[in-house]
DNA sequence: ATCTAGATTAAGAAAAGGCCTTAATCTAGA
DNA sequence: TCTAGATTAAGGCCTTTTCTTAATCTAGAT
């Protein structure tokens, strides 16, 4: 398994000394994920933090009347799971499914303690983390509220470049809040726009 | 000043001696703002976590076009802030405004650090607290991007019993997403269902 | 008490977005 | 290879929401 993904990843926010490194990777465990399988399922604890080294999946929530919507993808260099349930140990209240054939490194809780009495400095990581998905839930919540749909398509392109073309469009119209269709007709009239502007 | 309404608000989390609630209440500071006045300002650090006493305040982000959206709302027994510039001492991305003259209580960083040092329970109550925020997030924004206006309209009613009445309606609508005059159509025709179902 | 700017209600036109259906492709499994 | 089930594109029609304008209605300032 290769673990160079996530220690670039880690070393945009913290340096690692080659010790720290094989104390961290030694936690971690290597996980072949299929399409359609689950590592997290809502109403059991989720165990494990999830870095994606190579694939695709969607963290969702199941609402009231059985409609699924889609929070959040990850591919590769992203982390995924319930943080909430994670943390606390209380049931998920997502499910995250594999859409792809996936490599996963994962790290579950006791292991994430010892590294955090090992290595202290990932304190620092993982609070980062936190907070990046704290921001970003708020962001999503003023967008939901404000933008219309093109303008929440266009935010999508840019925080998941390349994924549209890698996921089914029933996908990204839940992760948007609208229908399979009228994502349809919006792409179709944003290749209009651009052809005579 | 009357620390009964936080003091109950804590016991239902945890339970404190009559000398932890005195080193508990000892930190705190009381505090009047008047209507119109901030108690946290976007670009400025957030200094204070802020328990509504008596009155009533709002959290809202501006955003690139300069509209204004308010994400919550504080009545007597909440707390509010920016949760993320508390934390880290960024700069904050939201205003606290009082809509009404309140009476707060607030606690600044060295201060709930000395409070954890003092009485360790209150790490349980503060992580708490920051879970519901995140959770609370988490739902507004299936809400937002699921849930018609209507439902979003009786999904705040319940979550801010009275409040309705308190506040000027073109706020709620901030709240909602929605404009002033389609939540005035809203009103209307909950009414006119109710009368003849 | 009077003015005036902002806040609220109202009502109709316009736009955004949803829902349903059809048809053409595209899988994936038998 | 074949077939049933997904997926996408497209069009029409309907509901929801916004936009606009105007009429009332405050509440603070003079």
């Not at 609070?127 to 708020?138: E, K, Y």
Request: aromatic share 12%; glycine share 4%; proline share 4%.
């Amino acid at each position: 398994m290769d673990y160079a993904l996530l220690l670039a990843n880690i070393g945009r926010h913290i340096e690692l000394t080659k010790a720290e490194q094989a104390v961290f990777t030694a936690l971690l465990r290597p996980r072949a994920v299929r399409r359609r399988q689950y590592v997290v399922q809502a109403g059991e604890p989720c165990q494990y933090e999830t870095f994606v080294v190579r694939g695709c999946l969607r963290a969702y929530y199941v609402d009231a009347n059985g409609f699924e919507h889609n929070l959040m993808f990850a591919v590769e260099d992203w982390w995924t799971g319930d943080l909430l349930s994670f943390l606390t140990g209380a049931p998920a209240s997502l499910n995250v499914e594999a859409l792809e054939d996936s490599e996963v490194l994962q790290l579950d809780k006791s292991a994430l303690e010892q590294l955090y009495a090992q290595v202290p400095k990932f304190e620092r990581y993982f609070r980062l983390m936190i907070q990046n998905a704290f921001v970003a839930q708020q962001q999503r919540i003023v967008s939901a509220l404000s933008a219309s749909a093109e303008e929440r398509y266009h935010a999508f392109r840019r925080r998941y470049p390349a994924l549209e073309q890698r996921l089914p469009q029933r996908h990204i119209a839940s992760y948007l809040g609208i229908t399979p269709e009228f994502l349809s007709k919006l792409r179709k009239q944003v290749l209009h726009d651009k052809r005579k502007p």
